[in-house]
């Protein structure tokens, strides 16, 4: 099990009595609720700045490019249902 090298204020760490070679447990106090939320909303707005937003150029083109293929596929797998079920079709007449 590791230790956790991040404390806030409210936090304190478990030690290791290296003497005695017996484990010193402390009490670890979590932050409350609404502290939790601040947290994790100060973590959210430091990780949104790092974030490289695309150009609105680089959306039209990758949103091109998917209509593209969204269209080129949706032809593609009709076409191959389409012969599925005429092969299948042809079995059955064949058969009967």
Same mark, same amino acid.
């Given at each position: 099990? =590791?230790?956790?090298?991040e404390y806030t204020e409210d936090e304190k760490p478990l030690?290791?009595?290296s003497s005695q070679g017996e484990e010193k447990k402390?009490?670890? @106090?979590?932050? =409350?609720?609404i502290g939790r939320l601040g947290e994790f909303y100060h973590n959210v707005k430091l990780e949104m700045r790092k974030t490289s937003w695309p150009t609105r150029s680089e959306v039209w083109n990758t949103t091109i490019v998917v209509l593209i293929a969204v269209v080129f596929?949706?032809?593609?797998?009709?076409g191959i249902d389409l012969l599925i079920t005429l092969g299948f079709?042809?079995?059955? @007449?064949?058969? @009967?």
């Open positions: 099990m =590791s230790i956790t090298t030690r290791e009595d402390g009490v670890v @106090k979590t932050p =409350s609720f596929f949706g032809f593609y797998l009709w079709e042809g079995l059955e @007449k064949t058969i @009967k």
